[in-house]
């Protein structure tokens, strides 16, 4: 998708995330132009890199509820 210029100066923060998790944004200036917002080094985030929650429970609280999963099937 190629962003309008007044788009750019509405959003830059945005843009600039998205360019972090795409690798590129491109934009076209009022003259028509097109140019690309690129990371100089982009980040390398696994998609497997989240969060944990803090939840009330416990290993055998988990392993139990595997077990119960297991033997439904």
Same mark, same amino acid.
């Given at each position: 998708?190629?962003? #309008?210029?007044?788009?750019?100066?509405? !959003? =830059? #923060?945005?843009?600039? @995330? +998205?360019? =972090?998790? @795409?690798?590129?944004?491109?934009? !076209? #200036?009022?003259?028509?132009?097109?140019?690309?917002? +690129?990371? @100089?080094?982009?980040?390398?985030?696994?998609?497997?890199?989240?969060? #944990?929650?803090? =939840?009330?429970?416990?290993?055998?609280?988990? =392993?139990?509820?595997? +077990? @119960?999963? !297991?033997? !439904?099937?």
């Amino acid at each position: 998708m190629v962003y #309008s210029y007044a788009e750019v100066r509405e !959003r =830059l #923060s945005t843009l600039l @995330e +998205r360019a =972090l998790t @795409e690798g590129q944004v491109k934009f !076209r #200036s009022r003259d028509g132009r097109v140019f690309i917002i +690129r990371p @100089e080094q982009p980040l390398k985030i696994s998609p497997f890199d989240v969060r #944990s929650a803090k =939840l009330p429970i416990t290993k055998l609280d988990i =392993l139990e509820a595997i +077990r @119960e999963g !297991r033997a !439904r099937f």
